[in-house]
């Protein structure tokens, strides 16, 4: 039989048998504890960390982490990965989430030091979630017409330009209900207008009424899980004219 011990930690006293049979050890257990002074470091790029304690909190891990140029002050979130720490070999998981880093980054790289409460002691990293940075270009279309190629960056003018590009628009105010974010998605407010001008010198423009949806052609943009989504707020109304001849 082979017998696998789950709930003792450590090596455990081996099993006694009659003489006519034998026990043999096919893996120790480990003992549950680093020793004191164990530690780790954390490589990531060409930055190595300070010393990281083995039962390092998430802030003294955070921080070690923040102290990489490359990812600055607030630059990472860091959780345990499950909150019964230590697991019963006195193993810990950290969970870190790359905040404010554009895109997809290294990945992390730790090394054990002192580490001789155990057998085989390492320090892994696997990648839960590769980072990703919205990219390229993306096009609206109004009343049937596509605008020119807008930046996936881009300010909430550089799309109102685009937008009054299209013949038969003049007058469309866009405004950026959200900045940019880490990731590149952005929020756009778009209004078109009824009318240029003042009253009663002005003229009623193309856009005036209820207009379709605007559509978005996402096949120019790069990223991972890219969404688009439109709503409209309030639907277009015929403006009210001054219409001598109908008095």
Same mark, same amino acid.
């Given at each position: ?19 006519? +049979? ?9 003992? /549950?504890?680093?020793? @004191?002074?164990?530690?780790?470091? %954390?490589?990531?790029?060409?930055? &190595?960390?300070?010393? %990281? ?7 003294? #891990?955070?921080? +070690? ?6 990812? =600055?002050? *607030? ?15 006195? /193993? ?14 290294? #990945?992390? &790289? =730790? ?12 320090? @892994? ?19 049937? &017409? ?7 960056? !881009? $300010? !909430? ?7 009054? @590009?299209?013949? *038969? ?6 405004? #950026? $209900? ?12 778009? $209004? ?18 209820? %207009? ?8 120019? #943009?790069? *990223?991972?899980? %890219? ?8 639907? *277009?109304?015929?403006?009210?004219? @001054? ?5």
């Amino acid at each position: 039989w082979s017998m696998t011990f789950l709930e003792d930690k450590g090596n455990i006293a081996e099993l006694e048998c009659a003489p006519i +049979a034998s026990v043999t050890t096919i893996s120790n257990g480990t003992s /549950g504890n680093a020793s @004191d002074d164990g530690w780790f470091n %954390i490589y990531y790029g060409s930055e &190595k960390s300070s010393k %990281i304690p083995f039962n390092a909190t998430p802030d003294e #891990l955070k921080t +070690a982490l923040e102290s990489f140029v490359s990812i =600055g002050n *607030g630059g990472v979130k860091v959780s345990w990965e499950d909150e019964e720490y230590p697991d019963r070999n006195g /193993g810990r998981s950290w969970f870190v989430t790359f905040s404010d880093v554009h895109g997809g980054v290294p #990945l992390l &790289k =730790g090394v054990a030091h002192s580490m001789d409460g155990g057998a085989k002691v390492s320090v @892994d990293v696997t990648e839960i979630t590769q980072g990703s940075e919205i990219m390229g270009s993306f096009r609206l279309k109004v009343r049937g &017409k596509w605008t020119k190629q807008i930046p996936a960056q !881009a $300010t !909430a003018m550089d799309v109102e330009v685009a937008l009054e @590009d299209i013949e *038969g628009i003049e007058n469309a105010s866009v405004n #950026l $209900t959200r900045d940019v974010d880490a990731w590149g998605g952005a929020e756009y407010f778009i $209004t078109f207008e009824h009318y240029s001008g003042s009253s009663p010198n002005g003229r009623v423009l193309q856009t005036a009424g209820n %207009i379709p949806p605007i559509e978005v052609d996402t096949s120019t #943009l790069y *990223g991972a899980n %890219i969404k688009t989504s439109v709503t409209t707020i309030q639907n *277009g109304t015929d403006p009210v004219t @001054d219409d001598e001849s109908s008095r």
